[in-house]
């Protein structure tokens, strides 16, 4: 069955980065693209970007656009994304989803979270 | 950007009721829209795909309809495990905006 493997919860400084991974497995990697979602406590999702696991091209969100940069590795099925310049309001659950269908916007299925806290 | 708008924000009711949940673009989306069911601490599940195609694995209570910019997901008689969030999302276009969501609580 298709799975989505997140990285662990992380806690950083403001202006610093994190870098979250994301381990696909139970279908073929680069067949369908994946999205980036987060969602700050007690609030709604928010879309940050798409990555094509294919050939590494991406869209990202005009809100994040020179903060944020999501690669892959095809080797180990795995995306990554990495948020710079963190500030408190970068505090939520970042979430990995694949795309349901190709070219589809859509999200199937969907990693389990992982949490980003930003704090001094 | 395409912005969604969900209503109501949060409804009260019992199990056995039908529930209705509404979803407006600003622009027109064609069929482009799917609804997410989120319980809390996990993570959002897909019910519904292109406006009114079921998700496998859902049940037959969850249905959803629509199109251009009005789009409705309708649970016709609500389960003890239906309470939770739900959210539309335009799927015509860059970015994929999600509505605010509507929480579904117990009466």
């Known amino acids: 069955q298709v799975q989505l493997v997140q990285s662990g919860a992380e806690v950083k400084k403001p202006g610093a980065s994190v870098k979250v991974s994301c381990k696909a497995s139970?279908?073929?990697?680069?067949?369908?693209?994946m999205h980036w979602v987060r969602q700050a406590p007690g609030q709604g999702l928010e879309w940050m970007g798409i990555?094509?696991?294919?050939?590494?091209?991406?869209s990202y969100a005009q809100k994040f656009q020179g903060r944020v940069t999501m690669t892959r590795d095809t080797s180990t099925s795995t995306v990554y994304m990495e948020l710079s310049s963190l500030r408190s309001e970068d505090t939520a659950v970042y979430y990995c989803?694949?795309?349901?269908?190709?070219?589809?916007?859509?999200?199937?299925?969907w990693g389990q979270g992982t949490l980003v806290t930003v704090s001094s | 950007d395409i912005q969604m708008t969900q209503s109501p924000s949060s409804v009260s009711a019992s199990v056995g009721d039908r529930v209705t949940i509404t979803c407006r673009a600003s622009?027109?989306?064609?069929?482009?829209l799917a609804w997410y069911q989120q319980k809390p601490g996990k993570a959002p599940k897909l019910l519904i795909y292109?406006?009114?195609s079921l998700q496998s694995g859902v049940p037959s209570r969850f249905s959803g309809s629509g199109s251009g910019t009005d789009f409705t997901l309708t649970i016709s008689s609500l389960q003890p495990e239906d309470f939770a969030t739900y959210y539309c999302?335009?799927?015509?276009?860059?970015?994929?905006?999600f509505g605010g969501g509507t929480k579904v609580e117990i009466k």
């Open positions: 990555i094509n696991p294919s050939g590494g091209s991406t």
């Open positions: 989803a694949r795309g349901l269908r190709l070219g589809e916007l859509s999200l199937g299925p």
């Open positions: 999302q335009q799927a015509n276009s860059f970015p994929p905006v």
């Open positions: 139970g279908y073929t990697f680069t067949s369908y693209y």
């Open positions: 622009q027109g989306i064609s069929s482009w």
């Open positions: 292109a406006a009114s």
